[in-house]
């Protein structure tokens, strides 16, 4: 489902796009707002011929927290536009189905309850930005969070050549 409850399919949405994926938890206190910010700076510095060849995904590995309401408003606050951002949540199956072809890990870290009651807890994750090509292949992987951001455009400008 993507941020507006629409069942979509990955990775047909990407067809024919040079895509910016990653993948993440809102509830994470710093490295996914440092990656996504991040995928947020490539966009910006995208040249025009590229800004419509572009795509970003993000996808939860954590859908029992990130429903797609939870998910529009990680994008809104962020400002990402929704015209070339796609953030995703899935049942369970099909999210591991995704962290295993793009070799991402997510495994929760000690848990407790909030003061409602609520269980509260973080998940240790890979730190990863990976790009795919129009084609559906991952041509790279970037550490997310500290990614250089001009290698990224430079493999972006290669591939939509």
């Given amino acids: 489902m993507n941020q507006d409850s629409i069942q979509v399919q990955f990775p047909e949405i990407i067809k024919d796009k040079i895509t910016v994926f990653t993948m993440v938890y809102t509830h ?12 947020f700076l490539v966009q910006e510095k995208l040249s025009e011929n590229l800004k419509d060849k572009v795509k970003f995904v993000v996808i939860s590995f954590d859908p029992n927290r990130d429903t797609p309401a939870v998910l529009k408003k990680f994008a809104e606050i962020r400002e990402f536009g929704f015209d070339s951002w796609t ?17 991402i890990k997510a495994i929760p870290a000690d848990s407790s309850y909030d003061e409602n009651g609520e269980l509260s807890y973080n998940v240790i994750h890979t730190d990863r930005i990976s790009l795919i090509d129009q ?16 290698m990224i455009l430079e493999d972006i400008k290669y591939l939509g050549e």
Wanted: charged share 20%; aromatic share 4%.
């Fill in 135 to 150: 084609e559906g292949k991952l041509r790279a992987n970037y550490k997310g969070s500290t990614a250089d951001l001009n």
């Fill in 28 to 39: 994470c206190p710093d490295i996914c707002p440092m990656t996504t910010h991040n995928m």
């Fill in 87 to 103: 953030l995703l949540s899935g049942d369970g199956q099909n999210t591991n189905e995704v962290m295993l072809k793009f070799g």
